[in-house]
């Protein structure tokens, strides 16, 4: 398995609030994850980083010892909302922070994946791409009712209001997915920055058809900073 990525802070925004971090084992599992700071808030980039690096931490010592996929993706994202959480309370300079979070665990024959917020997670084949995760959004709930379109949801003025973030309570809803694993797949991360700029078409020309794999979240890159990227912009890739 390969794993390339890019964090950028975009062409409008003064800080990069995203985070990002993975590993690969030579055996075993290997994971990556994506964090989104929230935008507006204080120490955005501080919820991410701390949510990712603690995210990580868990995963790599969960993977030590006997585990569960679900049961071990759930404690990693348990334990950082409470590290973001328990620094927002007791910094005053971080209260009101909060960050996305979505990941990816590979094991030999599936992969699991899981994600709190509006970055995603997408599985990419020759054939096709695959959204796995859902938004938690105010935009993403509209669409499920039916009250508007999925191409009304792109331009929707609201389409930024998450409806669950790490850091908010003390207890944090998370989604899990699971989809067969095969040979040639790729597996997606992304910060809204990326989503909301790139169409899934284009993701999976670029991942497909676009080029060399390594430099495929470079490519995914330009197209967002071309269009303006109003936001900041990560994108890592999974090779399987």
């Excluded at 899981?114 to 859902?134: A, F, K, P, W």
Aim: proline letters at 5%; hydrophobic letters at 40%.
């Amino acid at each position: 398995m390969n794993i390339w990525a890019v964090t950028d802070v975009g062409a409008v925004r003064a800080q990069n609030q995203d985070a990002y971090s993975f590993a690969v084992f030579p055996e075993g599992p290997s994971y990556a994850v994506v964090c989104d700071g929230m935008g507006g808030a204080r120490a955005g980039n501080i919820a991410s980083s701390l949510a990712a690096e603690k995210f990580s931490t868990v995963i790599e010592e969960g993977l030590k010892g006997e585990w569960e996929p679900q049961a071990l993706l759930e404690e990693a994202a348990q334990a950082a909302n409470a590290a973001v959480l328990e620094r927002a309370l007791h910094d005053p300079d971080c209260r009101g922070m909060g960050t996305t979070l979505v990941a990816v665990l590979a094991l030999e024959e599936r992969l699991c994946l899981c994600n709190v917020g509006d970055s995603r997670g997408y599985l990419i084949q020759e054939n096709g791409v695959l959204q796995v995760t859902r938004d938690h959004s105010l935009v993403e709930d509209l669409v499920a009712r039916g009250d508007i379109t999925p191409a009304q949801a792109r331009n929707h003025p609201q389409k930024n209001l998450i409806t669950r973030a790490l850091g908010v309570e003390r207890h944090v809803r998370m989604d899990y997915f699971e989809v067969p694993r095969q040979p040639g797949d790729h597996i997606l991360l992304c910060s809204d920055g990326l989503s909301n700029l790139v169409s899934d078409q284009e993701i999976l020309y670029e991942v497909i058809h676009g080029g060399p794999a390594e430099s495929c979240p470079r490519r995914l890159l330009e197209i967002a900073l071309s269009r303006g990227a109003p936001d900041n912009v990560t994108a890592v890739l999974c090779q399987l």
